[in-house]
């Protein structure tokens, strides 16, 4: 009896220990795409966000890549538990977020022009929008969550030829289409060009031999993939963006502590100036005799053009109709006298 006693108290002292000692959770593997990899401007954010997400509990471990198709299959296939990599891969993972990335949908024009200022903005606001506690549950899909949101700068059309300056003389012209994103060949297609199948590690190189007319990139690219040499004498980028790439953290929910997504969102907000310092180095490192600006006509003429892509698009089933409608009212909060907020467009969707 004194025997079994005391193993019954030792057990309860065993049990005690055990609940009093706080849970461990096994290191986080992120996997992180850079166009350059481990020595990036994004990878050296990931490293800092590694450090401060330890306040909330996650040991993260980071792993680079320069191949974007890898680092998602990795993430998806359960070789990392999260991943940061561009909108047109996490989309995915959670269409709402997704949606940022879309044509033309966080561009602002007044008065005929470009105003950068302002499209950023529109980016700005719903970062913070989705990281309000409020959005928690559009920042959830099946066992995945969005962690964070960042900038990663304005798509520019890069042409090899400046007569390729309006919508109608995109006509024919040969452009780079990545083959994950079915919504570009469905553009393409509406402007009367050809797509020619590309990804984002053959895009650049099909640019530089000539194989296409026109790509689709950030000035953050310029230098690494060396455009210089598809643009030529007679080419150009053109101040016009055709979306406003992000990238986002994406990762499975139960890899991580409770209360994780919460957290990394707010910090990548925190972040948001970091990014757009580095988007505003980047357009100043293009050779400032690159750029084209593009007259009022044909400035209004794109947007038009892309708003109607835009909703064909989602009604094709390629968009996701909600967050169009989050974006479409952040886009009139930054420019209410828009013509487009006077218009049920996007507003009435379910």
């Known amino acids: 009896m004194k025997l079994a006693r005391?193993?019954?108290?030792?057990?309860?002292a065993g049990l005690i220990a055990i609940s009093a000692t706080p849970v461990v959770h096994a290191s986080q593997k992120v996997c992180v795409y850079d166009l350059l990899g481990a020595s990036g401007d994004l990878f050296n954010m990931a490293k800092d966000y590694a450090v401060a997400m330890q306040k909330s509990g996650a040991a993260i471990e980071l792993k680079g890549y320069t191949d974007e198709r890898v680092a998602t299959e990795d993430f998806r296939t359960g070789q990392c538990d999260a991943v940061i990599a561009t909108?047109?891969?996490?989309?995915?993972?959670?269409?709402?977020?997704?949606?940022?990335?879309?044509?033309g949908a966080t561009t602002i024009v007044?008065?005929?022009?470009?105003?950068?200022?302002?499209?950023y903005d529109v980016v700005r606001k719903l970062v913070q929008t989705y990281a309000d506690p409020a959005a928690a549950k559009l920042m959830a899909e099946g066992p995945y969550e969005i962690g964070g949101i960042t900038p990663l700068g304005a798509a520019y059309p890069v042409v090899n030829d400046r007569k390729i300056n309006t919508v109608e003389?995109?006509?024919?012209?040969r452009i780079a289409s990545f083959d994950y994103d079915k919504a570009q060949a469905v553009m393409i297609q509406r402007i009367g060009a050809?797509?020619?199948?590309?990804?984002?590690?053959?895009f650049s190189t099909?640019?530089?031999n000539g194989s296409v007319d026109m790509i689709a990139a950030p000035s953050l690219a310029y230098k690494p993939l060396e455009l210089h040499k598809g643009i030529g004498s007679n080419g150009a980028m053109v101040r016009f963006?055709?979306?406003?790439?992000?990238?986002?953290?994406?990762?499975?929910?139960?890899?991580f502590p409770e209360g994780f997504g919460q957290a990394s969102r707010n910090y990548w907000m925190t972040q948001f100036d970091r990014s757009l310092q580095l988007i505003r180095q980047a357009d100043a490192s293009v050779p400032p005799g690159t750029w084209m600006e593009l007259s009022s006509?044909?400035?209004y003429k794109y947007t038009l053009m892309l708003r109607e892509s835009r909703i064909d698009i989602a009604q094709k089933g390629l968009y996701d109709k909600r967050g169009l409608k989050v974006i479409k009212k952040v886009r009139c909060k930054v420019n209410p006298v828009d013509p487009e907020c006077t218009t049920k467009s996007e507003e009435d969707w379910k």
């Open 6 to 12: 005391h193993m019954s108290q030792v057990g309860l």
């Open 87 to 103: 909108a047109f891969r996490t989309r995915q993972f959670n269409a709402v977020a997704g949606s940022i990335d879309t044509l």
């Open 110 to 119: 007044r008065d005929g022009k470009i105003d950068m200022a302002a499209s």
């Open 169 to 173: 003389a995109l006509a024919g012209k």
């Open 194 to 202: 050809q797509p020619v199948s590309a990804d984002i590690t053959n």
């Open 206 to 208: 099909k640019f530089n």
């Open 241 to 255: 963006p055709i979306m406003i790439l992000t990238y986002q953290v994406v990762f499975n929910r139960s890899k």
């Open 297 to 299: 006509e044909n400035a």
